[in-house]
C-alpha cells in the first residue's frame, strides 16, 4: 500500500494551494492521515494529521491558522489547504499513515508516499 501525493507547485508568498493525498486499493477512511514535509537540507517534520473516526485534527505550530486537513471520504483522498503561505513552507510535501505514538513525530507515520513539491517564492 502506499500513498501519492499530489498539487504542488510554485506558488508566491501569501498564495494558496490544495494538496491531495490519494490511494489505491487502500480507504484512507479508517486511518489517521498525516501531512509530513521536508525542506531543503532540514529534517522532515510534522505539519497536520486528522483522526480516522472523529474529526480530530492536529496541527504544528508553524501552520495554525493557515492550513487545514479534511477529508473527502467519497473521493478517498485527504486534503491538505494552505493558505497565507511563506517562503519557509517550501518543501518537499508527503502524506503518510499514522500507525502508534506521539502524532508530532514522524517516526509515528507509515506508508510514506512520494512526495509533492511546494515552492514559494516571489
Known amino acids: 500500500v502506499q500513498l501519492q501525493a499530489s498539487g504542488g507547485g510554485l506558488v508566491q508568498p501569501g498564495g494558496s494551494l490544495r494538496l491531495s493525498c490519494t490511494a489505491s486499493?487502500?480507504?484512507?477512511?479508517?486511518?489517521?492521515i498525516g501531512w509530513l514535509r521536508q525542506a531543503p537540507g532540514k529534517e522532515r517534520e510534522h505539519v497536520a494529521t486528522?483522526?480516522?473516526?472523529?474529526?480530530?485534527?492536529w496541527y504544528a505550530d508553524s501552520v495554525k491558522g493557515r492550513f487545514t486537513i479534511s477529508r473527502g471520504n467519497a473521493e478517498n483522498t485527504v486534503y491538505l489547504q494552505m493558505n497565507s503561505l511563506k517562503p519557509e513552507d517550501t518543501a518537499v510535501y508527503y502524506c503518510?499513515?499514522?500507525?502508534?505514538?506521539?502524532?508530532?513525530?514522524?517516526?509515528?507515520?507509515?506508508?510514506w508516499g512520494q512526495g509533492t513539491l511546494v515552492t514559494v517564492s516571489s
Open positions: 486499493g487502500f480507504t484512507l477512511e479508517r486511518y489517521a
Open positions: 503518510a499513515v499514522y500507525n502508534s505514538g506521539y502524532v508530532y513525530y514522524t517516526g509515528s507515520y507509515t506508508n
Open positions: 486528522t483522526s480516522w473516526n472523529d474529526g480530530t485534527t
